[in-house]
């Protein structure tokens, strides 16, 4: 073959495989999108047991036609609290079953001519693209035609290659020993190599359905290569949970150990568990050379019904020692260190991750949540700093509460950031609205922030100064920050709560209740001053104290109003 003849095929190939994978990228997104909302409800309700959690990745998987999504989607949630590691191994183990049917597409794709279908689908596709109102239809057509259209151009590809004819391929292939397990270990490390690499078990089945349609790669190494594929398509989940807590990279680890195991059983029943496949079928492997027509039709329902095979029996199996597994990667993911809260680390949200609008949402919710905890903890170092007398724990409590308003300043940062990229994408108005109300929570939340790092500066000040506060003093500062500590464990219960179930009277009460001790202290603190109760510098500091514990409850009516979506109050 000339060199010019053998660049034009290779581009052929690359290019068909490039279209295949931006296929499935497009239909896999639009699908998501078009059910965002859904399954993130049905991903949330439907794992109360081991068997519903294996329907619910079955189902997910098979609309989405993209097991990584359902994994990725299923490391969010357990990254995000929603879902425990049991059930997510259950979801993982249907999301390969679920996997299968994109292996019949595939083999229905190299079996029939769908050209006829591939052009339509393109013209519907762009008129519903323009159509705004069904534009994720659009997109789902196109992605689909594009994978069938990849799969026509691989399988003209093969057919132009002549490969069945090809000597020096055939030879290749032919060196191997198809009976020596040595072998079979050779090209399920190259499966398991090549998808991790491109990112896209589609992808190396359509060239292993190419090269087994065609006659020179013989059935059994397909097979090795599809078993490498099951273990390479974890990387994608094992990468994404590197960045994430110990729970959603055990649930990334499971899905590994879950393959790695079904590849290790087959190995062991080889090649019985291929012949049986090929009867079902109605191919001998080891018998007589059959024509390309016949290769091209039935190596690819080989193919498919082995992968369907493998996790069907593999799940069937695996499904009844969930807790096994579960023992097994707690052992394999160490829980590291406690994690030191003054540290910086966002543990909810993940950048880089393909996911649906909802879903991120959804995890810049409960990253909320946990940046309104942690104000609430800052609070309680003020508390506790205003009764710390040893100079040396003083300055370390104080410390501690700097960093915290360092901490605070960044979430906001790094949450908004976030909730921009994620506005970026085509969103309903519920979704925008949503955006908007988080973005004005985290501004208030650092505004808390700001308020608490405030009143440590002014204790401070007052610790440093020759002046300190009277038994009442003390009694009325307590007591005001008892009512903002209230006030921020509601704001905690509302963030954290649904919407339906929580009463925001209660926050607009307390806000009542230190509005008017603020004001009463206020006219008290004129009448001790002129009365020579205490110097005109301790109770301007007093004061600092009660108006800022003020302006911080006002900061915590406006969080639980851009919570709840309304209004409480006129500011």
């Excluded at 990849?150 to 055939?170: A, E, F, H, P, W």
């Excluded at 707690?330 to 003054?342: A, N």
Aim: aromatic fraction near 10%; include cysteine; glycine fraction near 6%.
């Amino acid at each position: 073959m000339a060199t010019s003849d053998f660049l034009i095929i290779f581009f052929k190939i690359a290019g068909s495989l490039a279209l295949l994978i931006y296929g499935m990228k497009i239909m896999s997104e639009a699908l998501q999108k078009m059910a965002g909302p859904q399954l993130r409800h049905v991903l949330g309700a439907m794992t109360t047991n081991r068997f519903t959690g294996m329907l619910t990745g079955t189902f997910i998987t098979s609309a989405v036609q993209s097991s990584t999504a359902t994994t990725v989607m299923t490391v969010s949630f357990v990254n995000a609290g929603l879902l425990t590691l049991a059930q997510a191994i259950s979801v993982i183990m249907g999301a390969n079953i679920g996997t299968t049917l994109t292996a019949w597409i595939m083999s229905l794709g190299y079996s029939l001519d769908l050209t006829n279908f591939v052009f339509p689908a393109f013209l519907v596709g762009i008129v519903l693209i323009y159509s705004r109102k069904h534009r994720y239809k659009g997109d789902f057509l196109f992605g689909i035609a594009f994978l069938f259209f990849s799969l026509v151009l691989l399988s003209d590809t093969g057919k132009s290659m002549n490969l069945q004819n090809n000597r020096t391929v055939i030879d290749f292939f032919g060196s191997f020993d198809v009976n020596s397990y040595t072998t079979i270990l050779i090209f399920l490390l190259i499966g398991t190599v090549i998808t991790l690499i491109v990112q896209s078990s589609a992808a190396v089945m359509a060239i292993t359905i190419l090269l087994c349609s065609t006659g020179v790669l013989p059935v059994y190494l397909g097979i090795a290569l599809v078993m490498g594929e099951n273990i390479g398509t974890t990387g994608t989940a094992n990468l994404v949970a590197l960045g994430s807590n110990t729970q959603a990279r055990r649930t990334a680890m499971a899905h590994l150990v879950f393959n790695v195991f079904g590849v290790i059983w087959v190995l062991c029943l080889f090649y019985p568990f291929v012949h049986t496949i090929c009867h079902i079928v109605g191919y001998d492997p080891d018998g007589p050379r059959l024509s390309v027509h016949e290769l091209s039709v039935k190596l690819p329902i080989i193919l498919a019904t082995f992968h369907t095979f493998f996790n069907v029996l593999n799940t069937g199996i695996l499904i009844w020692f969930i807790p096994q597994i579960e023992k097994v990667v707690c052992w394999i993911v160490k829980s590291g260190k406690k994690e030191e809260d003054e540290e910086f680390r966002l543990r909810f949200i993940q950048a880089g991750i393909m996911k649906t609008p909802e879903l991120s949402v959804l995890e810049a919710q409960k990253e909320i949540c946990s940046f309104a905890e942690r104000i609430q903890r800052m609070f309680g170092m003020v508390r506790e700093l205003l009764g710390t007398k040893e100079d040396s724990k003083f300055v370390k409590l104080f410390t501690r509460i700097e960093k915290y308003e360092s901490i605070s300043d960044n979430m906001e940062l790094e949450i908004a950031k976030y909730l921009s990229a994620v506005s970026d994408a085509h969103l309903s108005d519920d979704t925008k609205g949503k955006i908007r109300d988080m973005m004005r929570e985290i501004s208030e939340l650092e505004s808390i922030g700001d308020s608490c790092y405030n009143l440590a500066r002014t204790i401070s000040r007052q610790n440093n100064s020759k002046e300190d506060f009277t038994e009442q003093q003390y009694e009325h500062i307590h007591q005001m920050f008892e009512l903002t500590d209230d006030s921020l464990s509601q704001m905690n219960v509302v963030i954290n709560g649904r919407k339906e179930n929580v009463d925001i009277n209660r926050s607009f009460n307390i806000e009542n209740e230190i509005n008017n001790y603020r004001k009463q202290l206020r006219n008290q603190n004129i009448n001790d001053i002129d009365n020579h109760l205490y110097t005109y510098t301790s109770g301007t500091m007093y004061m600092d104290i009660i108006n800022e514990c003020e302006k911080l409850g006002d900061y915590v009516v406006n969080v639980v109003e851009a919570r709840m979506g309304t209004k409480l109050h006129d500011a």
